[in-house]
């Protein structure tokens, strides 16, 4: 064996193990490095007293106007940031304030609230009128053709009002039901109650809501029964497909 080889097998033996600890102790750390990205969530109490200043602890962060389908409107999803540096509650400077909620503001699970604008960019309303978490904002979109899509005439939304845990924040632990409303964001109206919607969706040319849910329970999950409902918009009527249950409760007799 000449000494170049011997060299070669030395050099290998020598870096591919060194290479190897070195990846596993990259994956190790990587696995265990903490999640620097903390969803933001909707506080209930956002003044906070301190050394005798009245501060707050989140302000907003929101999107540009984007469009609405079938409308010549327009929408702003307003959203939450918790500040590291709460600000002082009495300063007016709106210039300040401004840059203050926007600086080193990160993306939001939940919407607070959903500003409408008429083609003009003026405000026409917004979507709510207390504090809320809003997970789901669904605004339907038409096919890719020049052909505009007239059925398109609501928006759905799963809304949390309540801090049901009593954890000081309104976030996923809390009960968010369904609600619907036109494209100006009016006329919201409640479709589901005790239920935990798991997925919806505009079917039947936009007349109608089909939804997947479980009913809300302790129960843990794995043992709740996914159950199906129609909500039909015009007649706001809400309706359980009880036929399917029954069918899929006679599959788990076989089952057992």
């Known amino acids: 064996m000449s000494k170049f080889i011997k060299v070669l097998i030395i050099i290998n033996g020598t870096i591919i193990p060194v290479l190897i600890i070195s990846f596993g102790i990259y994956l190790i750390a990587a696995y265990f490095k903490p999640d620097d990205f903390v969803p933001e969530v909707v506080k209930t109490d956002n003044i906070i007293v301190q050394d005798g200043d009245t501060l707050v602890a989140q302000g907003l ?80 979109v038409g096919r890719n053709s020049a052909e505009i899509d007239t059925t398109v005439n609501n928006i759905a939304y799963q809304i949390a009002f309540n801090d049901d845990n009593k954890d000081g924040q309104i ?55 996914e159950r199906f409902a129609v909500y039909t918009i015009d007649s706001k009527q809400y309706r359980k497909l009880t036929d399917i249950d029954k069918a899929l409760n006679g599959i788990q007799k076989i089952l057992n």
């Open 171 to 225: 976030d996923d632990n809390d009960n968010f039901d369904l609600y619907i409303s036109d494209l100006n964001g009016k006329e919201l109206t409640r479709i589901t109650n005790g239920i935990d919607v798991l997925s919806f969706a505009f079917i039947n040319h936009h007349s109608e809501l089909f939804i997947t849910y479980r009913d809300r329970s302790d129960m843990a999950d794995e043992y709740k029964v």
């Open 61 to 140: 962060r929101y999107t540009a106007p984007m469009e609405i389908y079938n409308s010549t409107n327009f929408y702003i999803s307003v959203k939450t940031k918790t500040f590291k540096n709460p600000g002082k509650i009495e300063s007016r400077d709106e210039s300040r304030s401004l840059k203050l909620r926007y600086e080193g503001a990160s993306s939001s699970e939940y919407d607070l609230n959903i500003l409408f604008l008429d083609h003009k960019y003026r405000v026409t309303g917004r979507l709510l009128d207390k504090k809320a978490a809003i997970k789901v904002i669904d605004i339907p």
